[in-house]
Structure formats: C-alpha cells, structure tokens
C-alpha cells in the first residue's frame, strides 16, 4: 500500500558548496527548511555528502566497492557526515520540524537493507518525527566498508516503503536534453512491460552533467532513479536551489524539472 510520505535527496551540491571544503550552503538550507515547514504531509530526509563526505573520501582513497579502507579515513568520513548531518537537522529542527538523524549503518545487517529496520521510519513518521539520513562509510562485513550513496539509500528506501512522493533535489533543473541549449527533458518514460526486469533501463547520459563525486554524481542519480521507475514509483528531479520547486512538486503543483514516470505493468 502507497504511503502518505514523501522522500527527499537534498543533493550534496545544493547543502554544501561542493568546490570548497567543508562549506554548508546555510543559506540554501534555511530555504529549503522553510518551505519544509509548509508541507503537511510525513516526511523522510536523505541528504548527499557534499563538500563534507566527498572531500574526505578522496583524501583518503575511499570508494562504492567494498573494501579494508584505512580506519583513520572510515572514521573522519563519518564524522564529517554527522557534522553536515547535524547542521541540516538543527537549520530544521529551528523551523519546527522534529528531525531526528540516523545514520544508514543502523538500516543495514552485513551491507543488505534490514526492511524491518527501515519500516521503523514509517512508525517515527506517525508520530511526527522527520528521520533524516545520509550517504555515509558504513561497514559491510569481514572488516570491510564502503561509501553508501545517498542516492542508493533513496532506492533502498522507496522500494520498501512506498511513499507517494521521491524527490531529488539536485543543483540543475532536471535533465537535459543536451549541454548547447539545455533545454529540460520533462518526462523519461519506461516502455510498459509485462514483468518487472532484473536489470534497470540505461539512459544515454552523454549530454548531461557530470559532476566529479566519489558515488558518480548525476549518472549515479539518473540510475537509481531509473531502478525506483522500474518499480513502479514516479521520481523527480528538481532544482533544490530553487526551494519553491520542492514546495511545488511535493504537492503537485506545476513543477520546473524531470519527472521518470513508474513504469506500468500490463
Ligand atoms: O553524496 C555520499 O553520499 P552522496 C556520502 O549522496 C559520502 O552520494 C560519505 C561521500
């Protein structure tokens, strides 16, 4: 059953000014909490690394694959996420939204989703709590960690618990149709089917964005939105700087961005 929640991705270029270290954009997440504060339905809270998570883990080699990463690298990886973490949960909680940050390392047993972890978010919800999670070094097992990807959490998280909205805030309007004149790809629809594939639809993403991120930037984005689409679940992709445009799309209003439309199973 479709839940009343909406997720949002706070990209980490929208929070953070991703070309300088360790820089919150406070300015774009005190719009961002306003409008927030506006919204009347659950809410679940994902953010990016940014300037925080992503500096540290080039610094020290980190990556998506599973591996003995260097523990002082594990270690200031995280703390840098529970810094930013805390910034957004203050700017928030300072709007009136109850927040209440976890990090993604308590989702998961041995690097898998642990569901009844996650349909504890559903129950926080109920109750007025804003859990607010986070792209993160997190172990998997046998003394290995990998960089968990916000945007990998925001699948995990949709295909479990069934919101009725999924937003990505990034730092562009949506899609581009190409870099010249960049005009906005509107709808990505899936070719309907008649069973779910294993395997997500690829995208041509030649002419897009490619941000430099340890977790893959936008390509990173368009897949995992692609495998929420497969499910069945439509995924936008909005401008965050632009904070109306999350107020617009989470109540469905006329929106300014990409929308890949769930794929319908016949
Ligand atoms: O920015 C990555 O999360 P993302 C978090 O959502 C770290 O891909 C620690 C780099």
Redesign the pocket.
């Given at each position: 059953m479709e839940n009343r929640i909406v997720i949002i991705?706070l990209?980490?270029s929208v929070i953070t000014f991703k070309d300088k270290p360790l820089s919150a954009n406070y300015k774009a997440i005190n719009n961002i909490s306003k409008v927030l504060s506006k919204l009347e339905t659950p809410l679940i809270i994902?953010?990016?690394?940014?300037s925080?998570?992503?500096y540290?883990?080039v610094k020290w080699d980190m990556h998506t694959k599973p591996q003995k990463y260097n523990p002082h690298g594990i270690s200031i990886?995280?703390s840098?996420?529970l810094t930013l973490n805390n910034i957004i949960i203050d700017k928030l909680y300072k709007h009136g939204l109850n927040t209440y940050g976890i990090s993604p390392f308590s989702f998961l047993i041995k690097g898998k989703p642990n569901s009844n972890k996650i349909l504890e978010l559903k129950k926080m919800t109920e109750h007025n709590i804003i859990p607010v999670t986070?792209?993160?070094?997190v172990y998997i097992k046998n003394n290995k960690y990998s960089?968990?990807?916000?945007?990998?959490?925001m699948t995990i998280l949709s295909k479990i618990l069934n919101p009725s909205k999924i937003i990505f805030a990034l730092n562009v309007d949506g899609l581009y149709n190409n870099m010249r004149d960049k005009k906005i790809i509107k709808e990505i629809k899936f070719e309907n089917d008649e069973t779910p594939k294993k395997k997500p639809t690829k995208i041509n993403l030649t002419n897009n964005v490619n941000i430099y991120?340890?977790?893959?930037g936008i390509k990173?984005k368009v897949e995992e939105a692609s495998k929420i689409a497969e499910t069945g679940k439509d995924v936008i992709f909005i401008n965050g700087l632009d904070s109306t445009q999350i107020q617009k799309a989470a109540q469905d209003k006329n929106f300014k961005g990409t929308i890949f439309k769930g794929k319908i199973y016949r």
């Open positions: 991705k990209g980490g994902v953010h990016g690394g940014g925080y998570g992503h540290w883990s990886v995280h840098s996420m986070y792209g993160d070094a960089i968990l990807s916000g945007d990998v959490l991120d340890v977790t893959g990173r």
